[in-house]
């Protein structure tokens, strides 16, 4: 593992850092190319992800700070030390926000985000992993086991290398979405993207280090179904499943409108076969 990739200047370059980066630049192209195929302007592509970047570390540093109130260092200030499920409400409420300011139903948004979310998640756990950040698991004796003898958490022993466990589930969860963004409707694309994030978290979980906090559960475990249980009502709320699909509009215009009762049958085909 390698942590520092290489210095220049007196300047660092950490492998999380750049992993960080390379997350961000990916779900911007990701985002921008959903917004062209939905006839919107792929320039907030940007904004949004800036937003959901700011957001996700300001959210996920704070919980973590208040989740080790007791005994923080100046070692938790620092660049490490952060919780993904405080990055979850952070990134949600800063993105949505951005949404609102720019005229974007948060139902079109929604139904965007599961590909560019899972791919910079599954970019950003391979970066925990070159830098042996202490998010591995328990001791094992497979053959892929791994040992961080020069992380920033060290470990000589060979344990399980939970973030590429977590890297390859996202990017898993990322190609699903893919083949599904043209068949399910936005929302509901966005709660089973909820319902697999949350369940492979707690999958691994049990060959994660995190100590149990309530009912043989980790706090992460613990949020994993919460997440799933949300995923659920999103997806399958009355109504969720028939919920129309969106028109694409021409980029400036507005946006996506909805087929309504008062266009004549054929409009309402065509709009629909222009969107899919």
């Known amino acids: 593992?390698?942590?520092?990739?290489?210095?220049?200047?007196?300047?660092?370059?950490?492998?999380?850092?750049?992993?960080?980066?390379?997350?961000?630049?990916?779900?911007?192209?990701?985002?921008?190319?959903?917004?062209?195929?939905?006839?919107?302007?792929?320039?907030?592509?940007y904004s949004l992800t800036l937003a959901g970047l700011l957001g996700?570390?300001?959210?996920?540093?704070?919980?973590?700070?208040?989740?080790?109130?007791?005994s923080l260092s100046a070692h938790d200030l620092g660049g490490m030390g952060f919780t993904w499920f405080g990055g979850v409400i952070g990134g949600t409420a800063a993105v949505g926000w951005v949404a609102r300011r720019h005229g974007l139903p948060l139902g079109v948004?929604?139904?965007?985000?599961?590909?560019?979310?899972?791919?910079?998640y599954g970019i950003g756990r391979l970066g925990c992993l070159l830098a042996g950040d202490g998010t591995y698991g328990v001791a094992s004796d497979l053959p892929w086991a791994m040992s961080f003898p020069e992380g920033t958490v060290p470990t000589t022993e060979r344990v399980h290398p939970t973030p590429l466990y977590e890297a390859l589930a996202a990017f898993a969860v990322a190609g699903l979405m893919w083949r599904l963004r043209t068949r399910l409707r936005p929302l509901t694309l966005f709660g089973i993207f909820l319902v697999?994030?949350?369940?492979?978290?707690?999958?691994?979980?049990?060959?994660?280090?995190?100590?149990?906090?309530?009912?043989?559960?980790?706090?992460?475990?613990?949020?994993?179904?919460i997440l799933v249980a949300i995923g659920c009502a999103v997806a399958y709320?009355?109504?969720g499943l028939g919920e129309r699909p969106l028109i694409a509009q021409p980029v400036g215009s507005g946006p996506p409108l909805e087929p309504t009762a008062s266009m004549p049958a054929r409009g309402r085909e065509d709009a629909v076969s222009r969107h899919r």
């Open 109 to 120: 948004v929604a139904g965007m985000a599961p590909i560019a979310l899972a791919v910079a």
């Open 56 to 70: 996700g570390f300001a959210g996920a540093k704070l919980y973590y700070l208040a989740e080790h109130a007791g």
């Open 1 to 45: 593992m390698k942590p520092i990739l290489f210095e220049l200047g007196g300047l660092e370059l950490t492998s999380y850092g750049l992993s960080k980066a390379l997350a961000a630049i990916a779900a911007g192209l990701l985002l921008a190319r959903e917004l062209r195929r939905r006839r919107l302007d792929p320039a907030l592509a």
């Open 196 to 225: 697999l994030m949350g369940v492979s978290r707690f999958l691994v979980e049990f060959i994660r280090l995190n100590d149990e906090v309530a009912l043989g559960l980790s706090q992460p475990q613990i949020w994993s179904l």
């Open 237 to 239: 709320r009355p109504g």
